[in-house]
């Protein structure tokens, strides 16, 4: 329906012309191999499986597919490295190799973006602006720590671990890399990588760029491969660290099948992460912030804001203005630069977030979707609403990671906290309000491991990420990222 907000988009106001990126400078080889050893070598499968552009169905590349074998060698090569030139390597001059890394990225940057847009249906604009700057940074950040562990931990003896083996999801598969290769090596680890079997392309794009950085063979090993590949690292005697980003489920067989082994372990999971707008909030300003937490990504980020809470004052207006704006949501390429939601990654994701847009209707909820109009092929979801549902609904307790959102209010801060804190999950959250002192007691309420205040799904390799109660084991990033590739001795 036109309000005056919208009226220009319906008007034909905000008609944009095709933006792509253009994809004459990216090189997507045919067929990839292991990056194993320092060389890529072909599987001793000898399957491949292919990976696709979730937007056209199209075939991108065919990946090599590793089995236990693979993954054996894989760890053998990283544990030879880790016994012989990066141990022996002084610390700075690890950090020089990651610094290495972090300007290849940059020099590489259009590329990266580009493939990562074609390979996980992400626009191109949260590629390029957010998944492809923030690797740099990582790679930067951390190739600081290298010489400089002593003052990270003041008074005790910092040594690297060994062999980390390294499981990571879809939704962000270079940074995902990133925030985990980073670190490892900064710490004088060496790396056993494993990309999700949807987005491999990226993290073989940056074996390239760690063989053009000259480290040594075997630092750094990237295996691709569905579950079993993964599974395999996981059991691996030979790995010493296991670092896991990806669902809850996968998380809680991983610690099952780490229970009583000596393997450190951190797990980064789910999330079913609360916006809280209070009456007295900038109410264009939140709804801004509840469109960037949950539709711009698809939904695809455990972090994503899936449930909203207004305050009863003002939820009529929120939700007007957040219907209009959904209105002007433009889904579809996700190479063209105009494009605010792209493809859901993959069939089986979108079969998911359906089957949960089912539920929402089954347990009474009212659901609005934007009226845009999406293409014939490929992997595709407007951005939903469901209001009318209570705390008990599967689609307020559930992750979903789609672009589907939850809405339900309060009266008191006392019933925002209850209801934000009845939830599985515990990773993040966001306030809306003009007063401080509501911040400050907020995020001491929630128990997420960030609150966002005023904004949302920020990212600095600087601070700590991760969860509380069914969102994780450990922090990843900052000075406590450091802490998980660690043996900390007095
Ligand atoms: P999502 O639901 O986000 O796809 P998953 O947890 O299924 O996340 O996958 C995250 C990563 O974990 C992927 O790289 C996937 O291949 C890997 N994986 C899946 N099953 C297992 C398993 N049993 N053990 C180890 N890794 C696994």
Known sequence: M?????????????????????????????KYELFIGGDFVKPQSGKY????????????????????????????AARKAYGGPWSRMKPADRGKYIYRIARIIQE??????????????????????????????????????AD??????????????GVAGQIIPWNFPLLMAAWKVAPALACGNTVVLKPAETTPLTALKLAEVIADAGLPDGVVNIVTGAGDTGASIVSH?????????????????????????????????GGKAANIIFADAAIDQAV?????????????????????????????????????????????????????????????????????????????????????????????????????????????????FGPVLAIQTFRTFEEAISKANNTPYGLSGGVWTDKGAKIFRMTQSV?????WANTFNKFDPTSPFGGYKESGVGREGGLHGLDAYLRLEA
């Open 2 to 30: 036109a309000t005056p907000e919208n009226k220009l988009a319906f008007e034909g106001g905000w008609e944009y012309s095709p933006a792509p990126e253009s994809t004459d400078h990216i090189k997507v080889a045919k």
């Open 49 to 76: 499986f292919d990976t696709i552009n979730p937007a056209t169905e199209g075939r991108l590349s065919r990946v090599a597919l590793a089995n236990d074998a693979d993954v054996d060698k894989a760890v053998k």
């Open 108 to 145: 590489r940057a259009r590329e990266f973006a580009a493939i990562e847009s074609l390979d996980g249906g992400k626009p191109i604009r949260e590629a390029r602006d957010v998944d492809v700057p923030l690797a740099a940074a990582h790679f930067f950040y951390y190739a600081g720590w």
């Open 148 to 161: 400089k562990l002593e003052y990270a931990f003041p008074g005790r003896s910092a040594k690297p671990m």
């Open 237 to 269: 005697p030979g790995v010493d660290k296991i670092a896991f980003t990806g669902s809850t489920e996968v998380g809680r067989i991983i610690q099952k099948a780490l229970a009583g082994s000596r393997k450190k372990y951190t797990l980064e999971l």
């Open 288 to 400: 801004e912030g509840i469109v960037n937490g949950i539709f711009f990504n698809q939904g695809h980020v455990c972090c994503a804001g899936s449930r909203l809470f207004v305050q009863e004052s003002v939820v009529e207006e929120v939700i007007r203005k957040l219907r209009d704006r959904m209105e002007t949501l433009i889904v579809g390429d996700p190479l063209d630069k105009n494009t605010d939601i792209g493809a859901i990654n993959s069939k089986a994701q979108l079969e998911k977030i359906e089957s949960y847009l089912d539920i929402g209707r089954e347990e009474g909820g009212d659901m609005y979707q934007s009226s845009c109009a999406v293409p014939e092929k490929g992997y595709w979801c407007r951005p939903t609403i469901f209001t009318g549902v209570s705390q008990s609904n599967r689609v307020v307790q559930e992750e979903i």
């Open 447 to 451: 128990r997420a491991g960030v609150v």
